[in-house]
């Protein structure tokens, strides 16, 4: 078959997730990090593509020197601690503890002026350290009327979502 003679590609399959509503996009994004076995760098760069709309980051902050450093570096750990800090409102990890052979992650959302106490906790689970601290920061965005998110391995290597505690 000739270049000329195939057929033609269109732009959203090529890439669906630019076409998916931000929810979508996220709750896809989730569980293809909650089944890698690794987070990777294209991993983070989704989430920031899809974060500033539904959990407040702002839009420049790619271009933040900082976090440009820290992904340079594969610090992704930090990098996204930086993108937690930088939701409006902030996320704050407060635990990423290993337990067994995975590690747990939670995060706090701090609380709005009209809210200051109030604070929603969220956890996630993952063998690789900074693959839960993604999923629970995602989580932080799509969890809103639920206060508990908690992923666990299951069989074939495939996470689900268990249920609230």
């Given amino acids: 078959m000739s270049p000329t003679s195939m057929p033609q590609v269109a732009t959203k399959a090529a890439r669906p997730l630019e076409h998916m509503t931000a929810g979508a996009a996220l709750s896809s994004l989730i569980t293809?990090?909650?089944?890698?076995?690794?987070?990777?760098?294209?991993?983070i760069w989704e989430a920031v593509r899809i974060l500033p709309e539904i959990a407040g980051l702002p839009e420049d902050v790619k271009q933040l020197p900082e976090f440009r450093r820290l992904m340079e570096k594969e610090a992704f750990t930090a990098a996204l601690r930086l993108l937690a800090?930088?939701?409006?409102p902030a996320r704050d990890i407060r635990e990423l503890d290993p337990h067994g052979d995975h590690w747990v992650a939670t995060l706090s959302v701090r609380g709005t002026l009209s809210q200051p106490r109030r604070r929603k906790l969220i956890r996630a689970e993952h063998r690789d350290p900074p693959a839960a601290l993604l999923i629970v920061l995602l989580g932080s965005a799509i969890r809103k009327a639920r206060p508990f998110v908690r992923r666990k391995r299951a069989n074939a290597g495939v996470q689900k979502e268990?249920?609230?505690d």
Avoid: M, T
Wanted: glycine fraction near 6%.
């Fill in 32 to 43: 293809r990090v909650c089944a890698a076995r690794v987070l990777r760098e294209h991993h």
């Fill in 85 to 88: 800090q930088s939701c409006q």
């Fill in 162 to 164: 268990i249920g609230n």
